[in-house]
């Protein structure tokens, strides 16, 4: 895992089969362009649901830095099974100028 130094605690399975089999294919909406420019493809990156304002998005986190949100038909799915317990994470596929392509995909021990 190169480039990730996260760690990772709590449950890393869910009740829910949808949640251990649930795997996305999205870009990052809204990168941060001064953490995406240290991002490389096969890095690790975290997915986390912030909430503000009783408004909860789904992020991604490079080394705990915001690299930007995730945008899917999936995402209500998504912030279900992380609201859940499930850890999932996000590695880096493509990266082209400030576009980052990333696989979703459920954490296990």
Request: some cysteine; glycine content about 8%; charged content about 20%.
């Amino acid at each position: 895992m190169s480039g990730s130094s996260t760690r990772f605690y709590g449950r890393s399975s869910a009740a829910n089969p949808a949640c251990e089999t649930l795997e996305l294919f999205t870009q990052l909406s809204s990168p941060k362009e001064d953490v995406i420019d240290e991002i490389e493809i096969g890095d690790i990156l975290e997915v986390v649901v912030i909430t503000q304002s009783s408004f909860s998005t789904v992020q991604v986190l490079w080394r705990g830095r915001l690299a930007g949100g995730i945008a899917s038909p999936d995402i209500q799915l998504l912030q279900r099974c992380l609201s859940e317990g499930v850890i999932y994470l996000a590695e880096v596929m493509e990266k082209s100028g400030g576009e980052i392509r990333v696989r979703i995909f459920p954490y296990t021990a």
